[in-house]
């Protein structure tokens, strides 16, 4: 089954420890992305990449990082959590083309710094 | 890149009513895609439309899209219970950077 798959889906962490959010498609594409979505705010874009080891920031990605070692994964990496940070996160992919296509999304993440 | 504003906010109809909601954007656009949102999931993708296509049906959907207004609309026929949701719209430019707007929350009430 094609799809977009996020680890963990719920994380209560504390203010400064590291973290990390898997996310991972089978449907070997190009393009993915990382979004927040925060009440009143829509949904905002953290991070992309066209391919791999090409990423790119998106309109938020402060205190954010990221890694596209691999086609398939595109981990979003929390260095020193805080709680303006707590959201609900989404990993997204799609094939590519001249500009971002069709977005297959993940269940999401949600996140709670404390 | 670029943010569909949706109209309205929310919208709440009864089963088998239809529902309308609306995308206004700021520039030129390659396409413009419609997504779907139930409650704290993700997005949904329904339908995407190309700048030089006025309508598109897709089921129950249909889309339109006026360049010269900078504007789309989606009208769901014939509404049920199961499409109790949050709609975005996504017009996409040639950026690679994508931004949804804060989305119409539409309640189907049975």
């Known amino acids: 089954e094609a799809q977009v798959t996020q680890n963990p889906r719920y994380l209560i962490t504390v203010t400064g420890k590291k973290l990390t959010v898997t996310c991972s498609q089978n449907?070997?594409?190009?393009?993915m992305s990382w979004y927040r979505q925060d009440p009143g705010l829509g949904l905002r874009q953290i991070y992309y990449s066209m391919n791999v080891e090409v990423t790119d920031k998106g309109d938020v990605p402060e205190g954010y990082k990221v890694s596209r070692k691999e086609k398939r994964n595109f981990p979003l990496i929390l260095e020193s959590p805080s709680p303006n940070q707590t959201s609900l996160y989404f990993c997204?992919?799609?094939?590519?083309?001249?500009?971002?296509?069709?977005?297959?999304f993940g269940p999401g993440t949600r996140l709670t710094v404390t | 890149s670029q943010q569909g504003e949706e109209d309205p906010q929310a919208l709440s109809i009864q089963e088998g009513e239809n529902a309308t909601m609306n995308c206004s954007y700021k520039t030129s656009i390659n396409n413009l895609q419609w997504y779907r949102q139930n409650s704290g999931r993700g997005l949904v993708h329904l339908i995407l439309i190309r700048s030089n296509e006025r309508e598109k049906h897709s089921g129950r959907l249909r889309v339109t899209l006026d360049t010269s207004k900078k504007s789309s609309s989606l009208l769901i026929t014939a509404s049920r219970a199961a499409d109790t949701a949050s709609y975005f719209c996504s017009p996409m430019d040639s950026s690679y950077k994508l931004i949804f707007g804060s989305g119409t929350r539409l309640l189907v009430r049975p």
């Open positions: 449907m070997n594409h190009e393009y």
């Open positions: 997204a992919s799609s094939r590519t083309g001249t500009y971002a296509g069709e977005q297959y």
